[in-house]
């Protein structure tokens, strides 16, 4: 294939103006892999982000064919191949063309439909610095190998993509640390005035229990201390899930510290090593956080059992409890339990939420999390 310089000195601008542009991750690389293969020779293009530990993640993917789109793109998704491997051992320092696609390969042993006759692709790094993120994979049919100046401009563009990775994660970061700092100074603010302000009407309500002589008033004023009281408990409970302490001393200390402040005795049982990415552990702590305080509402008991099983590809966390439960039916509703919210963090971090229950037998909650 002849690549022309003018045209991929345009086609490197074209795409340069939408990196620059876009903030979202995932519309910024489809958007140049798209763009990639409307300006180029290439047909065919998707996307790896790569961990530390060498597991490799689909990230992007353009005009894949039947063959690896197949069943949601398993045959890209799962298993290993001699690009990612290279990569990982530190041997995949450029543009390179692949002597053949192992995932295709398995893809076509499986009957997986056509490869409308790709069998090879070339991989480059993607990467900003001494930073490397992942691979960008491309193809194109009847090609067994890419020319120098293919190579080249495949090089560009991975050059391009990295560097906007790298903004749009130190971006993120800073996005993330300006919450915490946020977070931190709401919680500071609740507690120097709501938090005092509430113990305060305890104390006088309690005082007035005390000095008054009619019963009716003394009845009133044991009423304010028992809300205010409640009201003091949940604030309490709203700035530790602002600012959790003990999250800096593990996971586990966390959740345990979070329920003793809730008054449940939280037992803990661990299966494997718990080293976990930050935002895993945050996430998890967050859908512990509301477990624990829907058995402080609802479940009526003092004692939970907290399970938490990490295996070399994703973490198990089950949460149980021996209280009331309640039915599960199609049109049940569950206001207050958090749900939900529980949901909808560990589809974020790309986990589940499962949980059953049942009248008079516990809940049993259970969380799922890739990491």
């Known amino acids: 294939m002849v690549m022309d310089e003018h045209s991929n000195v345009a086609l490197l601008k074209e795409i340069a103006e939408l990196l620059n542009e876009e903030t979202d991750m995932d519309r910024m690389l489809k958007g140049a892999l798209a763009k990639l293969l409307r300006g180029s020779n290439f047909e065919t293009a998707w996307l790896f982000f790569i961990d530390e530990q060498g597991k490799h993640r689909l990230v992007a993917q353009e005009n894949l064919p039947p063959a690896l789109k197949e069943n949601g793109c398993f045959h890209l998704k799962k298993g ?3 690009c990612v491997k290279r990569y990982h051992d530190g041997d995949l320092e450029k543009a390179s063309n692949i002597i053949a696609c192992q995932r295709i390969e398995n893809a076509l042993s499986a009957d997986a439909g056509d490869a ?19 691979l960008l994979n491309i193809a194109a049919p009847n090609t067994v190998r890419f020319s120098i100046d293919e190579l080249a401009l495949l090089e560009s563009v991975a050059f391009q993509i990295g560097s906007a990775i790298k903004r749009i994660v130190l971006t993120k970061q800073e996005q993330e640390l300006a919450l915490v700092k946020e977070r931190n100074r709401l919680a500071r603010d609740l507690h120097d005035s709501v938090n005092q302000l509430l113990f305060s009407v305890t104390l006088t309500a309690r005082g007035g229990v005390e000095m008054a002589d009619d019963p009716a008033i003394q009845e009133t004023f044991s009423d304010i201390q028992h809300l205010t009281q409640e009201a003091l408990n949940e604030m309490r409970a709203l700035i530790w899930q602002l600012r959790p302490k003990g999250l800096e001393s593990g996971l586990l200390e966390a959740i345990k510290g979070y329920g003793e402040m809730l008054g449940l005795a939280v037992e803990l049982k661990v299966t494997g090593v718990i080293q976990l990415p930050s935002r895993i552990e945050e996430t998890l702590f967050r ?9 402080r509402k609802h479940a009526g008991v003092n004692d939970v059992q907290l399970y938490l099983s990490v295996t070399s590809s994703d973490v198990l966390l089950v949460l149980r409890d ?17 749900i939900q919210s529980m949901q909808d963090r560990a589809k974020a971090e790309g986990g589940s939420v499962e949980w059953s229950s049942e009248i008079g037998k516990g809940t049993e909650i259970l969380v799922r999390m890739p990491y």
């Open 322 to 338: 021996e209280g009331q439960g309640f039915a599960i039916g199609e049109s049940l509703t569950l206001p207050s339990i958090g």
């Open 80 to 82: 290993g191949c001699w």
């Open 116 to 134: 409308e006759g790709i069998t090879h692709h070339a991989t480059v790094p993607l990467q900003s610095g001494e930073e490397k993120f992942g």
């Open 287 to 295: 859908i512990a956080q509301e477990a624990l305080n829907n058995v």
